[in-house]
């Protein structure tokens, strides 16, 4: 991971090489407060991740947004 820059309090923009689970493509992830949104400029994926921090890791999980 290689962290970006700090925006506003409580806020940290990070990008994820290779972190798109669609193409492959860097991800770029917000982290705030409320939660997380990341975007790939790729392929222009958005996606609003669940985040859980233990044991000094960072998970992050794309839930499905629905069932066909």
């Given at each position: ?34 939660g ?16 859980r ?13 629905g069932?066909?």
């Amino acid at each position: 991971m290689k962290l970006e820059h700090e925006t506003t309090a409580g806020e940290h923009d990070v990008a994820i090489p290779g972190g798109c689970i669609l193409c492959g493509g860097d991800l770029a992830v917000r982290f705030r407060t409320e939660g997380a949104v990341s975007f790939c400029p790729r392929c222009n994926w958005l996606s609003h991740p669940r985040v859980r921090r233990e044991d000094g890791n960072v998970y992050m999980t794309h839930p499905a947004g629905g069932l066909a």
